[in-house]
């Protein structure tokens, strides 16, 4: 048998529900076709978003959505996305397939819909190619409630109301796409763009400075050093691949090793989150800035027969499994880890949903975000699991992993995955200071390889858990082997 405790008494941080944000970026067929097929669809649609995806993701309580990159992000002139979609500018997306962008998603589109989801914006800024003019104006444009040229021009063009915009990005991968950036030069860049981005009225901005590419420790130490005054949050930027950047492995169909392979490279988040919290420390010891891990997730290599400027993959219970372990991880940092943002939303690498024509399917990772949901705004509690090693010679993971908290509806929640292929075991559940009432549980399960597809959407999908039993100590239960399981304990 093995142990897992959870004390509920041992209170730590808040889980803020932006951890479970996502990123959104004009890439393949993430906006067009996912999200925004335009009022003359014959898609259902409300101004131009698809119904079907809206709704989904307001089931799993999208909280915060990342626009509009990621790289396109530092190639994007805001100007070219307002006013009469007829008269917008054209141009080539460069970075992502080289395809015709036609801009009929611009600023008044992102932020109908994130209304329409009920979630928080979080726009990402042009440092890279942009002027401190154009990201100053983007803000005004935003959020200036009275006379001024820009919210003049915003009231022309039909919204007299300033938004609410709170996530502003500064720039993005300046070490690489956004300007091929030393650290020195980013930061004082991030210094003097982020001055113009102003507070108006009651609106307040949180700025999040560009961070580190996965595990530059110097850039991290430079940019807090020059900068830290002046941000709110410092990105970080992981992908996780079953191999590496020119080889990421596929996205079905790989191996027992593939499996272990991938887990392992996605458990690596934990050492990359608490070497650079300790960096941050040195600047930030009352952690008033948040680490925003915003870009993380499974990068493969895209489905064949499909433009490889679009990065489409498939989702299968590995991905689920990455999105189990990771969020976990974020849930143990939530001193610092205060923003997360998966890549991405529709159609693009981890995706939650994929779309094809008027079909739609949700993934694996999509359910581990629904079940997850509960942590959001939640106060994590201390939690231990024994684990042994398991998986592959060169790729040796934990076999269990887990995190609780007490959610904002009062009961204890406590997510734990089996990163095993073929063993289930037993676990004895210790509750340390809760008397139990009631449990429930759900559990996404299946083989390794197993995802959805359009003719078999159902393939992966959550279920009710029974194979429990509460004691007078806590729950004993036993976990099967690949699966990402939810209590909901009162
Ligand atoms: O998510 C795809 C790309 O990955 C983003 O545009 C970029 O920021 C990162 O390199």
């Given at each position: 048998m093995t142990r897992l405790v959870v004390n509920a008494s041992n209170k730590k941080s808040k889980i803020h529900k932006e951890v479970y944000g996502h990123f959104s970026e004009h890439l393949g067929r993430c906006i067009y076709e996912g999200l925004y097929v335009g009022e003359?669809?014959?898609?259902?649609?409300k101004k131009g978003m698809r119904t079907d995806v809206v709704e989904a993701l307001k089931e799993m309580k999208l909280p915060m959505l990342r626009w509009p990159?990621?790289?396109f992000a530092d190639e994007?002139?805001?100007?070219?996305?307002?006013?009469?979609k007829e008269s917008r500018k054209r141009m080539i997306n460069t970075h992502w397939g080289g395809v015709l962008e036609d801009?009929?998603?611009g600023t008044h589109e992102f932020m109908e819909l994130c209304e329409q989801i009920g979630c928080e914006p979080y726009i990402n800024g042009n440092l890279g190619s942009g002027t401190v003019q154009e990201m100053s104006e983007w803000v005004e444009y935003l959020t200036f409630d009275g006379v001024s040229p820009m919210a003049d021009l915003r009231a022309k063009n039909g919204r007299k109301e300033p938004w609410k915009v709170k996530f502003f990005g500064v720039g993005n991968e300046n070490w690489g796409?956004?300007?091929?950036?030393?650290p020195e030069h980013y930061a004082n860049e991030y210094r003097r763009y982020q001055t113009y981005c102003r507070n108006y009225g009651e609106n307040r901005l949180y700025k999040v400075a560009g961070g580190p590419n996965v595990d530059d420790y110097n850039w991290c130490d430079t940019v807090m050093r020059i900068a830290h005054r002046h941000m709110d949050a410092l990105s970080l930027h992981a992908y996780t691949f079953e191999?590496?950047?020119?080889d990421k492995g596929a996205?079905?169909?790989?191996?027992e090793k593939g499996w272990y392979k991938t887990l392992k490279n996605a458990l690596y988040m934990d050492e990359l989150v608490t070497k650079h919290s300790k960096i941050m420390d040195r600047y930030d010891p009352g952690k008033r800035i948040a680490l925003a891990v915003d870009e993380w997730g499974c990068w493969f290599?895209?489905?064949?027969?499909?433009?490889?400027?679009?990065l489409y993959q498939q989702s299968t219970m590995r991905d689920a499994l990455v999105a189990g372990v990771t969020l976990n991880i974020f849930n143990k940092h939530s001193d610092r880890v205060r923003i997360a943002n998966i890549a991405?939303?529709?159609?693009?690498?981890?995706?939650?949903i994929l779309t094809e024509g008027e079909k739609m399917l949700l993934t694996p990772t999509y359910h581990v975000f629904n079940m997850y949901k509960?942590?959001?705004?939640a106060t994590l509690v201390d939690s231990f699991v024994e684990t042994k090693e398991i998986g592959d010679l060169d790729a040796k993971v934990m076999n269990l992993q887990e995190s609780a908290s007490i959610g904002e509806d009062g009961k204890l929640h406590i997510t734990i995955n089996n990163l095993s292929v073929t063993e289930g075991y037993d676990v004895s559940g210790v509750l340390v200071d809760w008397d139990i009432k009631s449990v429930k549980a759900e559990i996404l399960t299946n083989d390794m390889g197993a995802h959805n597809t359009?003719?078999?959407?159902?393939?992966?999908h959550v279920e009710e858990f029974k194979d429990f039993k509460a004691t007078d100590k806590g729950i004993d239960f036993n976990i099967p082997p690949c699966s990402v399981l939810h209590f909901e304990v009162e």
């Amino acid at each position: 048998m093995t142990r897992l405790v959870v004390n509920a008494s041992n209170k730590k941080s808040k889980i803020h529900k932006e951890v479970y944000g996502h990123f959104s970026e004009h890439l393949g067929r993430c906006i067009y076709e996912g999200l925004y097929v335009g009022e003359d669809s014959k898609i259902p649609n409300k101004k131009g978003m698809r119904t079907d995806v809206v709704e989904a993701l307001k089931e799993m309580k999208l909280p915060m959505l990342r626009w509009p990159g990621g790289c396109f992000a530092d190639e994007y002139h805001w100007k070219d996305g307002i006013g009469p979609k007829e008269s917008r500018k054209r141009m080539i997306n460069t970075h992502w397939g080289g395809v015709l962008e036609d801009n009929s998603f611009g600023t008044h589109e992102f932020m109908e819909l994130c209304e329409q989801i009920g979630c928080e914006p979080y726009i990402n800024g042009n440092l890279g190619s942009g002027t401190v003019q154009e990201m100053s104006e983007w803000v005004e444009y935003l959020t200036f409630d009275g006379v001024s040229p820009m919210a003049d021009l915003r009231a022309k063009n039909g919204r007299k109301e300033p938004w609410k915009v709170k996530f502003f990005g500064v720039g993005n991968e300046n070490w690489g796409c956004g300007g091929n950036m030393t650290p020195e030069h980013y930061a004082n860049e991030y210094r003097r763009y982020q001055t113009y981005c102003r507070n108006y009225g009651e609106n307040r901005l949180y700025k999040v400075a560009g961070g580190p590419n996965v595990d530059d420790y110097n850039w991290c130490d430079t940019v807090m050093r020059i900068a830290h005054r002046h941000m709110d949050a410092l990105s970080l930027h992981a992908y996780t691949f079953e191999n590496n950047w020119d080889d990421k492995g596929a996205a079905t169909g790989f191996s027992e090793k593939g499996w272990y392979k991938t887990l392992k490279n996605a458990l690596y988040m934990d050492e990359l989150v608490t070497k650079h919290s300790k960096i941050m420390d040195r600047y930030d010891p009352g952690k008033r800035i948040a680490l925003a891990v915003d870009e993380w997730g499974c990068w493969f290599n895209v489905e064949p027969g499909t433009n490889p400027g679009f990065l489409y993959q498939q989702s299968t219970m590995r991905d689920a499994l990455v999105a189990g372990v990771t969020l976990n991880i974020f849930n143990k940092h939530s001193d610092r880890v205060r923003i997360a943002n998966i890549a991405q939303l529709v159609n693009v690498l981890q995706s939650v949903i994929l779309t094809e024509g008027e079909k739609m399917l949700l993934t694996p990772t999509y359910h581990v975000f629904n079940m997850y949901k509960c942590h959001q705004e939640a106060t994590l509690v201390d939690s231990f699991v024994e684990t042994k090693e398991i998986g592959d010679l060169d790729a040796k993971v934990m076999n269990l992993q887990e995190s609780a908290s007490i959610g904002e509806d009062g009961k204890l929640h406590i997510t734990i995955n089996n990163l095993s292929v073929t063993e289930g075991y037993d676990v004895s559940g210790v509750l340390v200071d809760w008397d139990i009432k009631s449990v429930k549980a759900e559990i996404l399960t299946n083989d390794m390889g197993a995802h959805n597809t359009f003719d078999n959407p159902d393939v992966v999908h959550v279920e009710e858990f029974k194979d429990f039993k509460a004691t007078d100590k806590g729950i004993d239960f036993n976990i099967p082997p690949c699966s990402v399981l939810h209590f909901e304990v009162e």
